[in-house]
């Protein structure tokens, strides 16, 4: 097993997870050091490196965040080439990496890199194998319109996902299957919100979508996950609508997605709502909504505007 470890991407969820997993492994605190390497020295950096372990076992030293000046890395390099038996090493970048950079390309001669992505849209089949397996960690067991349900309403979010099914799991207590019923149940209101919300709109039911917006601005919802919430769905329709263009069945498009049949099917239903024209533009407006609220316009003003247009079959 490799001494030294680089952990990067923009799935905070399952880096955390593998870095939970490696503490467990690890003789209390006195073997374990975090380190904010942005703002540690080098000096600070390789003393906590050659520091031994501590009452026998191992010692983890986890370095969060990259140091910027690679003219002083050189002595960082050296040591990590040399460590200790016992002692293990873990850098942490919760985002992007310049795979150019001295630092990675040593990290991938010496040990091991390991890149954590958010699962894109058209990889439900990903997302839904992965809920069944976190239900299994909770004790539980997940129906197949339970997990679809869960993922449409939380999205792809596995930190959101964990979490829903870390509450569902405790409230029903002994009961051993989650279904579809246990999700409408026990999902947050605002989630569920969301997810109606999304769901008027991409139906065309004015009336529910505004009242869904008054219900989610009532439990202090984020304008900017509604906003995303909307665009996701778009996103998809269009791509759906595409595919279909190209005369592609249900299960080719399922297929090309990587989505369950009876998800694409819901889509291919609510294309029928909008023209082509109308999914890019509605995207665009949700796109220039977002900016505004960032630049300081009322969320509530914009979002109740925006809702009609989004509407509008084009």
């Given at each position: 097993?490799?001494q030294?470890?680089?952990f990067?991407?923009n799935?905070d969820?399952?880096i955390?997870?593998?870095?939970?997993?490696?503490?467990?492994?690890v003789?209390?605190?006195?073997?374990?050091?975090r380190i904010?390497?942005a703002k540690?020295?080098?000096d600070q950096?390789v003393s906590?490196?050659?520091t031994?372990p501590?009452?026998g076992g191992?010692?983890?030293?986890?370095?969060e965040?990259?140091?910027?000046d690679e003219?002083?890395?050189?002595e960082?390099?050296?040591?990590?080439r040399?460590l200790?038996?016992?002692t293990q090493?873990v850098?942490?970048?919760y985002?992007?990496?310049?795979?150019r950079?001295?630092?990675?390309k040593?990290?991938?001669e010496?040990?091991?890199?390991?890149?954590?992505k958010r699962?894109?849209?058209w990889?439900?089949?990903k997302?839904?194998?992965?809920?069944?397996?976190?239900?299994k960690?909770?004790g539980?067991k997940?129906?197949g319109?339970a997990a679809?349900l869960?993922?449409e309403i939380?999205?792809?979010n596995l930190r959101?996902l964990?979490k829903?099914?870390?509450?569902?799991s405790t409230?029903?207590?002994?009961?051993?299957?989650i279904?579809?019923?246990?999700?409408?149940?026990?999902a947050?209101?605002g989630?569920?919100d969301?997810f109606?919300?999304?769901?008027?709109v991409?139906e065309?039911?004015v009336?529910?979508?505004i009242s869904?917006l008054?219900r989610?601005?009532?439990?202090?919802?984020?304008?900017h996950?509604?906003?995303?919430?909307?665009a996701?769905g778009?996103?998809?329709l269009?791509?759906?609508?595409?595919l279909e263009?190209a005369?592609m069945s249900?299960?080719?498009?399922?297929?090309?997605l990587?989505?369950k049949p009876?998800?694409?099917?819901?889509c291919m239903?609510?294309?029928?709502?909008?023209?082509g024209?109308a999914?890019?533009?509605?995207i665009r407006?949700l796109?220039?909504?977002d900016?505004?609220m960032?630049?300081?316009?009322?969320?509530?003003?914009?979002?109740?505007m925006l809702i009609?247009?989004?509407?509008?079959?084009?």
């Amino acid at each position: 097993m490799p001494q030294v470890k680089l952990f990067y991407g923009n799935e905070d969820f399952l880096i955390d997870e593998e870095l939970k997993k490696m503490r467990s492994s690890v003789n209390g605190d006195l073997n374990l050091e975090r380190i904010n390497g942005a703002k540690a020295s080098i000096d600070q950096m390789v003393s906590a490196i050659n520091t031994l372990p501590m009452l026998g076992g191992e010692r983890l030293v986890i370095i969060e965040g990259l140091h910027q000046d690679e003219k002083e890395e050189g002595e960082l390099f050296s040591v990590l080439r040399s460590l200790a038996q016992g002692t293990q090493v873990v850098f942490v970048n919760y985002g992007s990496l310049d795979k150019r950079r001295k630092f990675y390309k040593l990290i991938e001669e010496i040990g091991e890199t390991r890149e954590f992505k958010r699962l894109s849209e058209w990889e439900q089949d990903k997302a839904l194998a992965w809920a069944y397996g976190r239900a299994k960690h909770y004790g539980k067991k997940l129906s197949g319109q339970a997990a679809s349900l869960l993922i449409e309403i939380v999205g792809l979010n596995l930190r959101m996902l964990d979490k829903e099914l870390e509450k569902i799991s405790t409230f029903i207590g002994d009961k051993e299957m989650i279904d579809d019923g246990d999700v409408s149940l026990l999902a947050s209101s605002g989630e569920l919100d969301s997810f109606a919300l999304s769901t008027a709109v991409q139906e065309r039911k004015v009336s529910s979508a505004i009242s869904s917006l008054e219900r989610l601005f009532s439990d202090n919802a984020d304008p900017h996950m509604m906003i995303g919430m909307l665009a996701k769905g778009f996103r998809m329709l269009l791509q759906v609508k595409s595919l279909e263009r190209a005369n592609m069945s249900q299960y080719e498009i399922a297929g090309q997605l990587k989505a369950k049949p009876f998800f694409v099917k819901k889509c291919m239903e609510r294309t029928r709502n909008f023209s082509g024209g109308a999914l890019a533009r509605n995207i665009r407006l949700l796109h220039e909504a977002d900016l505004r609220m960032k630049s300081g316009y009322s969320p509530r003003l914009t979002l109740e505007m925006l809702i009609p247009e989004l509407c509008d079959a084009g």
